[in-house]
């Protein structure tokens, strides 16, 4: 089975821009998670999609949003980008039933710089 | 703040010997993974142990879970150069689908 995709792998932006990134899972997960990892905070939950619905949300400012399709292939977005927002942005999909995901596999991240 | 916390925060060692991690949580869990990151990359998914179970292998990987404690620890045997990245512990507690990642050992193998 193919891995978990993520494009584009790295992006650069300016202040005051939005982005929309993509995550496409592996083949048959419905659950697919969106993290921010910094230097500073670590990783951080940003939210959680099943069956294109936001079942779980972190602490994360409303300019962060996310969406999830029928295939299951994911999106977020960041709106009004701040330089506070540079960090890799990885996807992770996981089998579930319909309980708390196990095992999540993660994609390689989308690198994104904000000048 | 971090449900789970690794220690060391830096691990050097020579190839061939063991490295060890520790992870100690807060809250009980239903269960706590590790995973591994090469630098700047994706996480992969390294052992999953339930809060049921106190010991995991996976080749050169074992894992003890001692929930009296809190705490986890992560052993690789025989350590090689392709070792070399950052080590996460991350736990699911109560009803939560949310995992909680620590900040991650840094572990570097010298050939």
């Known amino acids: 089975k193919a891995g978990v995709t993520q494009t584009p792998r790295y992006l650069i932006k300016t202040r005051g821009q939005q982005v929309t990134l993509s995550c496409s899972p592996i083949s048959g997960h419905r659950s697919v998670s969106w993290y921010q990892q910094t230097p500073g905070q670590g990783l951080q939950f940003l939210f959680e999609y099943f069956s294109e619905t936001q079942r779980n949300k972190g602490n994360f400012p409303g300019r962060f949003s996310g969406r999830q399709f029928s295939n299951s292939r994911s999106e977020m977005n960041v709106s009004t980008l701040e330089l506070g927002d540079s960090a890799l942005y990885l996807c992770?999909?996981?089998?579930?039933?319909?309980?708390?995901?196990?095992?999540?596999?993660f994609g390689p991240g989308t690198r994104l710089t904000v000048l | 703040s971090q449900q789970g916390e690794e220690d060391p925060q830096a691990l050097s060692i020579q190839e061939g010997e063991n490295a060890t991690m520790n992870c100690s949580y807060k809250?009980?869990?239903?269960?706590l993974q590790w995973y591994r990151q090469n630098s700047g990359r994706g996480l992969v998914h390294l052992i999953l142990i339930r809060s049921n179970e106190r010991e995991k292998h996976s080749g050169r990987l074992r894992v003890t879970l001692d929930t009296s404690k809190k705490s986890s620890s992560l052993l690789i045997t025989a350590s090689r150069a392709a070792d070399t990245a950052s080590y996460f512990c991350a736990t699911r507690s109560g009803g939560s689908y949310i995992p909680t990642f620590g900040r991650g050992t840094s572990l570097i193998v010298h050939p």
């Open positions: 809250t009980s869990i239903n269960n």
């Open positions: 992770a999909s996981s089998w579930t039933s319909g309980g708390a995901p196990d095992t999540q596999y």
